[in-house]
């Protein structure tokens, strides 16, 4: 079976990366996914917050970038996450000369006041990463949350500023209320295949839309998630909550699984399942609009 996805211009061996968490923290545990099968990996963020509070973060990630690079051969990608341009476009670039093979950059941030307006925020999106894709020469992608009133021209908007691809969609970590201490406590609940459609939808929609790469996270555990995902367009899927839960030879399971299917349907590469079920491509697209939405409910009343 033919595996080999181009993602962000890079060549993979197959569509699973593993996202960014603690999993790829440690070389030993890299090394570990990549002997399961993975096809790349997005180190853990380098935070801005952590760099402003102790500059010798940056430091050790970028050694920790040179280390993988000589110890792996998939490739790896950086992972920046901020909202503001302060150190990025050093640290970017820094990151680029210390070897990885392209950045995510993850603006993970909280529209919280009534005074700010979405265009601004979407605004402020738009030029940071304007600035730093005309800082560095290396693929970069943006890391998005679904929390946006138009996803789909913000993610023409950021094609525009010439990244190579999205990464659909970030997950929230909500915080919570002990009703005992009556303190908020952070929670952090790891994904179930429920929240596959979310992604599978909106790459549905895009795919055809954009040129850029599409990456899904948030909700892939099955082979069927992932087909899913790759047969509505998705260049690469990326794991982690599976990771977590089943460990890291899921990667395996998960190539096996896709496999059989592929085969049973006669398909020789995932080449020949991208795409197949994108919005252009449907004889009644609705099924991803309104429309769908209105007989669901009717049919369940
Ligand atoms: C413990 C943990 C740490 C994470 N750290 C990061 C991070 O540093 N940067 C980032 O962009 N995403 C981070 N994520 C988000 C994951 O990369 C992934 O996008 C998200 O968990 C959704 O995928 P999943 O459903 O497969 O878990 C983290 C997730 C977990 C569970």
Known sequence: ?????????????????????PLTAELASAQQLEAAGIGALILPSLFEEAVQADPQQLPS???????YKDALSIPVIGSLNGITEGGWLEQAAQLEQSGCDALE????????????????????????????????????????????????????????????????????????????????????????????????????????????SLAATGG?????????????????V?????????????????LRGMEEWMQTKGYASVDDVRGKMSYGHLA????????NYISVIERNS
């Open 105 to 212: 950059l993850n603006i993970y941030y909280i529209a919280a006041s009534v005074q700010e307006s979405s265009d601004n925020i979407e605004r402020r999106y738009i030029d940071l990463v304007y600035k730093l894709r005309s800082h560095i020469g290396i693929p970069v992608s943006v890391k998005l949350t679904h929390q946006f009133s138009s996803i789909a021209h913000l993610v023409k908007r950021l094609e525009d500023t010439g990244i190579d691809g999205v990464v659909l969609f970030n997950r929230f970590y909500l915080p919570d209320i002990d009703l005992d201490t009556l303190t908020i406590t952070p929670t952090l609940h790891l994904s179930t295949s429920d929240e596959a459609l979310l992604r599978i939808r909106w790459i549905a929609i895009l795919r055809e839309q954009v040129k850029l």
């Open 238 to 254: 990326q794991l982690c909550s599976v990771l977590f839960q089943r460990g890291v030879d899921e990667v395996g399971r998960l």
């Open 284 to 291: 009644d697209p609705s099924a991803y609009e309104r429309s």
């Open 220 to 236: 892939f555990h099955e082979p069927a998630d992932i087909l899913k995902a790759l047969l509505v367009g998705a260049d690469a």
């Open 1 to 21: 079976m033919d595996f080999t996805t181009r993602y962000c211009g890079l060549t993979l061996k197959n569509p699973l990366i593993a996202s960014a968490s």
């Open 61 to 67: 990630y970028l050694d920790r970038i040179r280390r």
